[in-house]
């Protein structure tokens, strides 16, 4: 499937076929895809919680209760569920991390570009820690970026998925400990075959058109 056609059948389900499991193989690919994507000065914030089993889609379901509850079936019906969290914090460590790994990928020719890699990253992140005060809110940005991914990458792979912004960030937080490890829920992605119920999956896609959205200089 062409990207395009990709982006134009895209849609988010809005009721999942509980019988259907997506393969893993394809699984795999948009956990690549989700792996390789792009992110201010490759700062990668992100952590990717994935529920495929009924036992630990349950525990997801627990971010989706009471004012939430119109996502609980999404969570529960669907083959897999991803929790995407974010670093509130550019914690010294890991951005150590990154510059090893970026080393032993072969990125740096000599010392000289590693420093300038270390230094411009510092700078950036500084700027948003100090300058901007917005640290985890500029994280999140980038956090966002993959979830765009994997649902583009979802439905060239012929399968549907559902973001979801309607869950109970602090219940996700304390049931899988994400505070004591630098980081906070953000988003939820469901992933699977919708259902023959789900009226979203016949409605025509609608946006606007390209000359109203669009200024080409």
């Known amino acids: 499937m062409d ?8 849609y988010s389900a809005k009721a999942y076929d509980p019988a259907r499991q997506v393969p893993e193989e ?17 700062s990668q914030p992100w952590h990717f919680i994935v529920a495929s089993t009924p036992e630990a889609k349950a525990r997801l379901a627990k971010g989706v209760q009471g004012g939430y509850a ?8 669907a083959s ?28 740096f020719a000599d010392d000289t570009v590693r420093g300038y890699s270390s230094k411009s990253r510092q700078h950036f992140t500084n700027l948003h820690r100090y300058t901007y005060k917005d640290l985890p809110q500029w994280y999140e940005k980038q ?47 469901s992933i699977g075959y919708h259902a023959d119920s789900d009226f979203n999956a016949k409605l025509p896609k609608s946006r606007l058109p390209q000359e109203e959205i669009f200024t080409f200089l």
């Open 3 to 10: 990207i395009v056609k990709a982006s134009q059948q895209r």
């Open 26 to 42: 394809i699984m795999q690919q948009i956990y690549e895809v989700l792996r390789n994507s792009p992110s201010s000065v490759n």
């Open 70 to 77: 119109f996502n609980e079936a999404k969570v529960r019906d």
């Open 80 to 107: 897999h569920v991803i929790l995407f969290a974010t670093r509130v914090e550019a914690d010294a460590a890991f951005l150590d991390r990154i510059l090893d790994k970026e080393e032993a990928d072969g990125r």
């Open 143 to 189: 956090v966002y970026i993959a979830l765009g991914n994997a649902m583009l990458a979802a439905a060239a792979l012929g399968v549907d998925s559902t973001p979801m912004e309607g869950i109970d960030v602090g219940a996700l937080d304390a049931e899988l400990g994400l505070q004591e490890q630098g980081l906070s829920s953000l988003v939820m992605l």
